[in-house]
């Protein structure tokens, strides 16, 4: 992967540079234009995680008067927008998904630049959340649609529809750079709302690829505006008046605070925050290598940055932490566009210091290290963010490597000596966001998925992250609103029930008909 392969018109490059260099700095995206900010003394690095190198620089927010613009057009937008008919507005999106699979290989590139992730994990990064546009291309035949009851009354009627709610904003983490933006704007836009969207300052690219696409699509301006920055520019976000709901998902840090601050300020809020995902195994467990497989792909791919990432096994009456430790010694470690490569680095510095940590303090706190993965080198990248597969064996849920989501790879494994104790484990803890049961018995995973308070649940498969038909859920600590991502729920989050109760009074028969002009 080299920098002269990714596209940069979306960069105000340096003036003898082509491609990301130090110099380059992210445009924002308005009126279907890249344009630089003026809010260029204060500067954010967006770093290549595999390097550690500067690929180019973001503004930390917009000047207020560069967003009350952004703002402003995006409610003129919004007028235009809401009355184009809901079959046109998801044509769109036929053209729309049609680019971006068109344009995967520079969207994947994007990811594994910035984010660090293997190129096929990115591949699926993009194409979970082409499955979301794929469902935004037949919204006036699904979601959208409402409820009609004819002869409520003598004379009437009475029908509900969906109306979009007006400008709507997306706040993404660094993990998912394409997936969870295409979450969020297909579906809102399609519904009729105008969107604002700020990634994650980490990993722009994607965004700004992504809003590229949109323009080509035949997107109207403003319909879709992308902003950069971060804490400052979510507070400019949470307060606007002109913003009626706002999608959230990262840290619970901020996620809880955008949740107190928007719903304050009036606006609904859906905000997926963060997790720990623990997996079941069972003595009766069917295909102890494919078990095994699965676990380790889970734990370790993308570093453990990803949301449903595997961090806890609870072994019930089995022991296979060896096995577990055999497979994930296979994995190669190093930078995400290299061939054969399994796990790539953590996104920044901090995070990695912040794993190498924890694993020292839950040692401390007395867990067995049973595979350590501090001290990886990686030839020639000396300055990247690498951490390998870790492995920890602990007996206690008061340990830090339980009690913390660590976001990197490493694995805890606890046992227990039945599946209530592991069920009541999994109860007892904070998040609630995915967990999963290894079994060959289906009255065992039947009790287990009505017994067990996580929403997300996985029956012989460690990463159940619903399909776009389905929404994403995410329960207790991992969420605040009640509305979630995608699928029904999705468009219920962008748009608003209207109910019309019509009583048209019949109209004598006799009136109706005859030669002569009607004098009232
Ligand atoms: P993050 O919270 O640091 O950043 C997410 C977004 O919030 C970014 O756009 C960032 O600019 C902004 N932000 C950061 N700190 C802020 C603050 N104090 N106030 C206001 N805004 C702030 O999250 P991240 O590190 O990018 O992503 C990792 C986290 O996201 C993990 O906790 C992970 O579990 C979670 N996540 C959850 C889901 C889910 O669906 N439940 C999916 C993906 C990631």
Not at 117 to 139: H, M, N, P, S, Y
Not at 155 to 171: F, H, K, Q, T, W
Not at 439 to 448: C, E, I, K, M
Request: proline share 5%; glycine share 8%.
């Amino acid at each position: 992967l080299s920098s002269s392969q990714t596209s940069t018109s979306f960069v105000l490059s340096s003036a003898d540079s082509n491609g990301f260099t130090s110099n380059s700095v992210y445009k924002y995206f308005s009126n279907n234009e890249f344009v630089s900010s003026s809010f260029e003394d204060k500067l954010l690095q967006v770093t290549n995680p595999a390097t550690g190198d500067v690929i180019a620089h973001v503004p930390s927010s917009l000047s207020p008067d560069e967003f009350q613009t952004v703002m402003d057009r995006a409610q003129e937008a919004f007028r235009t927008w809401r009355t184009v008919p809901p079959q046109q507005r998801q044509r769109l999106f036929l053209e729309y998904q049609r680019l971006i699979r068109q344009h995967t290989d520079e969207l994947e590139e994007l990811i594994t630049l910035e984010n660090g992730k293997t190129l096929a994990d990115a591949r699926g990064d993009v194409f979970r959340g082409l499955e979301v546009v794929e469902t935004a291309c037949q919204i006036a035949s699904s979601h959208l649609l409402g409820d009609s009851l004819a002869g409520v009354s003598r004379n009437m009627d009475c029908i509900s529809y969906r109306e979009p709610l007006g400008v709507c904003a997306g706040i993404a983490p660094f993990n998912f750079p394409a997936m969870i933006p295409l979450w969020m704007f297909p579906l809102a836009i399609a519904a009729g709302n105008a969107f604002v969207l700020k990634p994650s300052e980490k990993t722009p690219g994607s965004s700004m690829k992504l809003a590229q696409l949109a323009v080509e699509a035949g997107f109207p301006p403003n319909v879709l505006q992308v902003v950069h920055g971060s804490t400052e520019m979510v507070q400019k976000i949470c307060q606007h008046p002109y913003i009626r709901a706002i999608s959230f998902v990262g840290s619970n840090v901020a996620g809880e605070s955008i949740y107190q601050q928007g719903t304050l300020h009036g606006k609904r809020v859906q905000a997926n925050l963060g997790a720990k995902n623990h997996a079941v195994v069972l003595p009766d467990a069917m295909n102890k290598q494919a078990v095994v497989q699965a676990l380790v792909g889970a734990a370790f791919g993308a570093a453990g940055q990803r949301c449903m990432a595997l961090s806890v096994v609870i072994f019930v009456g089995v022991d296979w932490v060896d096995d577990l430790k055999h497979a994930a010694r296979e994995l190669t470690v190093g930078p995400g566009w290299e061939t054969g490569v399994d796990v790539g680095p953590l996104i920044t510095k901090e995070s990695k210091e912040r794993v190498k940590n924890i694993i020292g303090q839950a040692v401390s706190e007395g867990a067995e290290l049973i595979l350590d993965g501090r001290d990886v080198t990686v030839e020639g990248y000396r300055n990247g963010n690498f951490i390998g597969p870790t492995i920890l064996k602990c007996a206690s849920t008061k340990n830090i490597c339980y009690r913390e989501e660590i976001f990197g790879p490493v694995l805890t494994c606890l046992h227990v000596n039945t599946l209530e104790e592991a069920i009541a484990l999994i109860n007892e803890n904070p998040y609630g966001n995915g967990c999963a049961l290894f079994t060959s018995s289906g009255s065992t995973a039947r009790y287990f998925q009505n017994e067990v308070e996580v929403t997300q649940v996985g029956i012989n498969t460690p990463i159940p992250v619903p399909l776009p038909m389905f929404s994403f859920t995410g329960g207790k600590a991992s969420i605040r609103g009640d509305l979630n991502f995608y699928g029904k729920s999705g468009v219920h989050f962008y748009t608003t029930l209207k109910t019309v109760t019509s009583n048209w009074p019949e109209i004598p028969h006799s009136s109706l008909g005859g030669t002569t002009m009607p004098t009232m």
